[in-house]
């Protein structure tokens, strides 16, 4: 059993930044892959970023390609979301998840475990 939970969500101007945190509980946080995920108002949930368990792959949705960085501690049982250049179409529910298999993937079916969600609002 693994518990998420998502901080540092918030309110910046566009083109600012936000690092999002989400603790995971459980001595088997380093055997899952971790993803990120996000949804509007009136949106389905779509694809942020995963890593892998190690953190040596990390795959992106093209919408944040370059804009957001994911990343791992093992030792502290966190994955982080370094979000830059942010716009106002970023503005959603951010959830962290954890998934139980070898290669990152995009798949939210794939994931096992979630977190309860950050608000990131993007301000014009």
């Known amino acids: 059993q693994v518990q998420l939970v998502e901080s540092g969500g918030g309110l910046v101007q566009a083109g600012g930044s936000l690092r999002l945190s989400c603790a995971a509980s459980?001595?088997?946080?380093?055997?899952?892959?971790m993803g990120w995920f996000r949804q509007a108002p009136g949106k389905e949930r779509e694809f942020v970023a995963a890593i892998s368990w190690s953190g040596g792959n990390t795959y992106y949705a093209d919408s944040v390609k370059g804009r957001f960085t994911i990343s791992r501690d093992n030792a502290k049982n966190t994955v982080y979301l370094q979000m830059n250049s942010l716009k106002p179409e970023d503005t959603a529910v951010y959830y962290c998840?954890?998934?139980?298999?070898?290669?990152?993937?995009?798949?939210?079916?794939?994931?096992?475990?979630w977190g309860q969600g950050t608000q990131v609002t993007v301000s014009s």
């Open positions: 459980g001595r088997t946080f380093s055997s899952y892959a």
């Open positions: 998840a954890a998934a139980l298999v070898v290669v990152v993937t995009s798949n939210p079916y794939e994931y096992d475990y």
